[in-house]
T-cell receptor, first 112, second 115 residues
């Protein structure tokens, strides 16, 4: 079955720096790869979606890359702010099936 | 516009009792999903409705779980009888019926503790 690996250790960075989070998966490549933000006690909030035939997607300070050869997605937050502190989840879905397979998430802490 | 709403937000029940969780999706969203996160694990898919039909229920753990979506609007997830391992947070989500890769909106979750 598909496994998704996200760094379980928290990522601590200084305000203003770029945060880079990694999502690795095994087996077959998904049709879609999504990134979500989750704050404590809240539900996941959709951030970005990238398709298997896309290499990169941007939205404001966010950038996602998708390398199907490496089976990896990188999620970047540029000019990070303390308000970006949260857990970020990677999720995959496949053609013909809407179910998302989630990673366990990486907690990001941006220090002022 | 109201988001996905879930009720109750928290529930504590004894082992063997029944609990019913409710989800109201965003108005006009035909797709409705249930997910859950048990302690220390990642969020896992339970099932997917398109309107009132179960499209995919491959994630339902066992027959103690029953999901319904009568009329294609709100949905309920009943756990009967509840076991200790059912404790966790149950998320409902919804999306419009479009091509693949549409945005999925999650509710805040229903936190279930079975004691």
């Amino acid at each position: 079955s598909q496994k998704i690996e996200q760094n379980s250790e928290a990522l601590n960075i200084q305000e203003g720096k770029t945060a880079t989070l990694t999502c690795n998966y095994t087996n077959y490549s998904p049709a879609y790869l999504q990134w979500y933000r989750q704050d404590p006690g809240r539900g996941p909030v959709f951030l970005l979606l990238i398709r298997e035939n896309e290499k990169e997607k941007r939205k404001e300070r966010l950038k996602v890359t998708f390398d199907t050869t490496l089976k990896q997605s990188l999620f970047h937050i540029t000019a990070s702010q303390p308000a970006d502190s949260a857990t970020y989840l990677c999720a995959l879905s496949y053609t013909g099936r809407r179910a998302l397979t989630f990673g366990s998430g990486t907690r990001l802490q941006v220090q002022p | 516009e109201a988001g996905v709403t879930q009720f109750p937000s928290h529930s504590v029940i004894e082992k063997g009792q029944t609990v019913t969780l409710r989800c109201d999706p965003i108005s006009g969203h035909d797709n409705l999903y249930w997910y859950r996160r048990v302690m220390g694990k990642e969020i896992k898919f339970l099932l997917h409705f398109v309107k009132e039909s179960k499209q995919d229920e491959s994630g339902m753990p066992n027959n103690r779980f029953l999901a319904e979506r009568t009329g294609g609007t709100y949905s309920t997830l009943k756990v009967q009888p509840a076991e200790l391992e059912d404790s966790g947070v149950y998320f409902c989500a919804s999306s419009q019926i479009t091509g693949g890769g549409n945005t999925i909106y999650f509710g805040e979750g229903s936190w279930l503790t079975v004691v």
